[in-house]
């Protein structure tokens, strides 16, 4: 069994979901989804035991493309977190009844589909083609079910499509110089590309552009906390805690080993200006007034050390990024997940109309305490794990980026315990706050235990990632 | 077996947490209270054994669990080590926790979440055990954040009222700017030495050839102090302490009081081998020390809430320890926090029996008289106020007087900052003491009627620490010290004797008349002329500057935190709208620009499909005619 076969599964999922009608989607869509977690779990068990996991295959000759998925630490663990995210994400949608829910959960398989095409393909056309495919099922998550008013919704919406879709096609460009040059897409071939420093830098651009609208960088940004805002739970959620890493890993994996030269000339520029976007984001979430709003900016602030991180071009720097985007993941949608509870129950989003909430269910309370906590980093939990390898990373390139960046576990403690207390504390109101069911309940236990159990122990995901990683830094580091 | 005894003392506090969160709902409040002091108790039986066994000779226990993480210039070990300095922080953290434990029993009797303050309390003690016993800085930095989060939760732990909850928010806020400086510290340490390890870094210190640049390893040490004035509340980090009192008052003298709090020392202690290394560092440890002491002392003047007042007294004891450590005489702080715990702890526990009796009332103008309703409390009370004052034979004299005596010796400047904090300390003491517990009652007729001696729960551990305030300067007496001696393998450089000449003996009088002199005005203001303080707006001159902490909260307001609220409205009315005006400007030149852009806004998916497959296929096909 090999990778492809996780691929099928969940592409063999969309349509059987679509299929089995509007009554047993969602049931369908988590059984398809654990099943591709748990092929996942075994394809990993056996890339350990040193066997092939990856898959080539050519698909034409000219131009050559070859329908590659490949496994290696990095793609293996992008993998994982996909398929582990998606039943969990499936899960938290339980609670909502949807009008065409069989459409609505086909298309979350679907989008895992091609997000996880996107972290293992090898090939440069294929892997732009997940890309993009990854888009489509979003549009229409959030177009369809979103919530607010439907003419606002769909504006924000399209003009995160066409902005994304106009972001990614800079890198098409970049790609299709680079064939010009060395022939083919395979990454391996695009790594040795002998660029001159000029074509460097404009196919780092290139790429740059496209990752930066999809992480997002500031200025690059605005789309987001509309469409955070807007989309159904679980479109954020995909949002959030996937598919931006998509653009992160695509960093790793494209950008920084392709035009090595340029990573390194222009290092701190880069740096600095995803350095800029954690206090940013910081400081506008201080701001907002709408809860899902607020966790978007936070979530903009922790994705930019993130991407800082990368662009330290260290291994710590590398392996934090990983690990943090791994853990941010789950974090997010968590948060996400308690946002969304809330506004059930509530019918609000806007902050200054909750409070109250932890005198009617202590359980809620302790748990999104905790996720509050793994948010801000708290040490044991495994955001703080990346969070230091990430600080650390910047502090290796210039002291002063890792204080500056380092203002996020101060201005994050702000914001997140200011919102917790409007939100949940106080006396109780008039709103009648449910308890959590059990199936909310398990839903956050699950990811609570990742986030715990990995802050005490992250070496089975370190140490997983870290050879694959030394071997990208080799291409990153040279430098002739 | 040493390992297994370790991993109980760590974990049992840690199991009475989960155990009261858990299943602690469905037990009453007596039960939950009784396996909370169990767990504690548990850990302090061990680390009295291991204390007698490190204390007879015995070799410190090391416990490697597992690697935690990899850096490229160092690792991380999960590992804890039992020595000297670790076993004594423990036997006072274990020691207290448990007296706290067995007094919060009756204090919080009836309290619906008493389970879970029960469970915040263990996980509190677990923490802490954790920041004193890890091996590396981050194991401490573990224990470290953790008990800032206990803070926060106990503090808040009445959260259906707001001020208590921003003065917990404030704690854990201004905690993590010191924390930052912390982790800054962290990483200059990990990357001049390799390792984050105690032993290693000493290591690489003693064996004599050491290459590192000292400007860093300076830069490495400030930002390390900047962390310990978050946790032990200093200048310009103390703010949020007297705050803190917000939370109930057994919380206070455990956490805020005699054990978290004192983090910072025994980090700098802990590291003792840096600072030394950094006498530029340690001259702006002790000075900030020596003003930290002063200022507290001087806004606890005019204080009238008893928790308040005690609260400036912890923030300006804590300042004549950092002195102690700024002047190299690690082993005298070390003296001042053991004693201090002491006395502290029962000063807290005994305001916490009087507004148990006042029925929560903190208010000192409201007081008056309790000694002839409250024998025990007004006893232990006056033993531990005699104990901070400073007098001879009580604990606190010998520790504070051997700070003023190193400060004498380094820095006369220093010495009279510290001496006027003294005075200052026993004025403001005894002007707590007559106010609350001498000439007649104050407060309603309906609180008078209530008037009663607390429980034994609560009794026995104001007893236990009262003694323990009496005779606790024992450990280290002028001559001949128990506690150098034993803590001679922790520190590197010689520990200075100071001879008890002339000098010695002539500063010993001066500190003693200083504290009369002190006990000597309270005595004339409040029970001579009976001067009780007036309404809040009676307040006026400088008195009133004190009264309001001479309005350092509002100036931080106004020039920090209404700044980065004001930078957030410009951010979201400004820059976010420009930046998206930008893009969609973009949008619109590209719309003008071309009929195909007015196509692709008419949103129709299918279109775009269209144009998306339409374009792969013209790309490829590009491509290969070529």
Known sequence: MDVSFILIILLFGAVATYFVGDKWASKAALIFSTCAFAATLYVIYRYNMGEKVSYLQTWMSRPRIVIGLQADGMSLLMLLLTTALTPIIVLTSFGNLFPKSRSFYALILFMAFAMAGTFLAVDGLLYYIFWELSLIPIYFIALIWGSGEAERRKKDVVKFFIYTFAGSLFMLVAFIYLYTKTGSFLNLHLYNAKLTDTEQLWIFLGFFLAYAIKIPIIPFHTWQANVYQKAPAAGTMLLSGIMLKMALYSIIRWQLPIAPKAAHDYKYIFIALCVAGVIYGSILALKQTNLKKLLAYSSLAHVGLIAAGAYTLTIDGLRGAFVQMIAHGFVVVGLFYAAEIISRRYKTEEIAEMGGIRIQSAKFASMFMILVMASVALPGTFNFIGEFELLYSLAQANIWLAVLGGTTIILGAFYMLRMFQQVMLGDKGTKVFKDVTFGEGFTFVLIIAVLLFFGLYPRPITDFVTPSLQKVLVYINQIN | ?626
Not at chain 2, 104 to 120: A, T
Not at chain 2, 283 to 291: C, L, Q, T
Request: hydrophobic fraction near 50%; charged fraction near 10%; proline fraction near 2%.
């Open chain 2, 1 to 626: 077996m040493d390992t297994n005894l370790a991993l109980l003392l760590l974990l049992a506090p840690l199991a009475g947490f989960l155990l009261n969160i858990f299943i602690g709902k469905k037990l009453s409040g007596n039960v939950s209270g009784i396996l909370g002091s169990v767990a504690v108790a548990v850990s302090f039986a061990v680390t009295l054994k291991f204390f007698l066994q490190v204390n007879g000779g015995g070799e410190p226990i090391n416990v490697n669990l597992f690697k935690w993480m990899t850096l490229a210039n160092f690792d991380v070990n999960f590992a804890f080590q039992l020595d000297q300095l670790s076993l004594l922080w423990l036997m006072f953290v274990t020691g207290i926790g448990t007296l706290i434990h067995i007094y919060s029993i009756s204090y919080m009797h009836g309290d619906e979440n008493i389970h879970k303050y029960f469970g915040y309390l263990n996980l509190f003690v677990f923490f802490m055990i954790t920041l004193v016993m890890g091996s590396n800085l981050l194991i401490m930095f573990i224990g470290w954040e953790g008990v800032g989060l206990c803070s926060y939760l106990l503090i808040g732990f009445w959260y259906k009222n707001h001020d208590f909850n921003d003065a917990a928010k404030k704690a854990f806020i201004m905690n993590r700017i010191g924390d930052l400086g912390f982790l800054i510290g962290i990483f200059i340490i990990g990357y001049l030495f390799h390792s984050v390890d105690y032993i290693d870094i000493k290591n690489a210190i003693t064996s004599g050839n050491l290459d590192i640049d000292m400007t860093w390893l300076g830069i490495a040490t400030l930002c390390l102090f900047i962390g310990a004035c978050g946790k032990s509340a200093q200048i310009p980090l103390y703010t949020w302490l007297p705050d803190a009192m917000a939370g109930p008052t057994p919380v206070s003298a455990l956490i805020h009081a005699a054990t978290m709090v004192t983090a910072g020392i025994f980090m700098i202690t802990r590291l003792n081998f840096l600072f030394d290394l950094t006498p530029d560092v340690q001259n702006i440890i002790a000075i900030v020390g020596a003003f930290t002491s002063l200022i507290a002392a001087s806004i606890g003047l005019a204080q009238n809430d008893i928790k308040k007042v005690l609260a400036y007294s912890t923030v300006s004891q804590l300042g004549l320890m950092f002195l102690a450590l700024g002047l190299g005489a690690y082993h005298v702080a070390v003296f001042h926090v053991i004693t201090h715990a002491f006395f502290k702890a029962c000063l807290f526990l005994g305001s916490g029996s009087v507004i148990h009796a006042m029925h929560g009332e903190q208010d000192m103008r409201y007081m008056g008289g309790l000694r002839k309703v409250m024998g025990v409390t007004f006893i232990t009370f006056l033993i531990s106020t005699l104990a901070i004052s400073g007098l001879p034979p009580f604990s606190g004299f010998f520790s504070k007087d051997e700070i003023l005596m190193t400060a004498f010796h380094h820095n006369k400047v220093l010495w009279v900052v510290g001496s006027i904090a003294s005075i200052m300390t026993a004025f403001y003491m005894f002007r707590l003491l007559y106010l609350t517990f001498y000439k007649d009652f104050r407060g309603t007729e309906e609180q008078k009627k209530h008037l009663h001696e607390s429980p034994s729960l609560i009794t026995f551990p104001l007893i236990v620490l009262a003694i323990l305030a009496l005779v606790g300067g024992a450990i280290s007496l002028p001559g001949h010290s128990w506690l150098n001696e034993y803590l001679s393998p922790i520190l590197t450089n010689h520990i200075e004797h100071h001879e008890l000449g002339t000098t010695a003996y002539m500063l010993m009088g001066i500190a003693i008349i200083g504290a009369l002199i002190g006990i000597g005005i309270a005595y004339f203001k409040y029970i001579k002329q009976g001067f009780v303080p007036g309404k809040d707006e009676e307040i006026t001159g400088f008195s009133k500057v004190l009264y309001n902490k001479f309005y350092v909260d509002e100036i931080y307001t106004a020039i920090i935190v209404k700044p980065i609220y004001a930078l957030g409205a410009f951010f979201k009315n400004v820059t976010e709208v420009a930046f998206s005006g930008f893009i969609f400007g973009l949008g619109r030149l590209a719309n003008a620009l071309s009929t195909q852009g007015k196509v692709i806004q008419n949103g129709s998916i299918g279109f775009y499909l269209l144009v998306f497959v339409l374009g792969i296929c013209s790309i490829i096909a590009y491509i290969f005619l070529k």
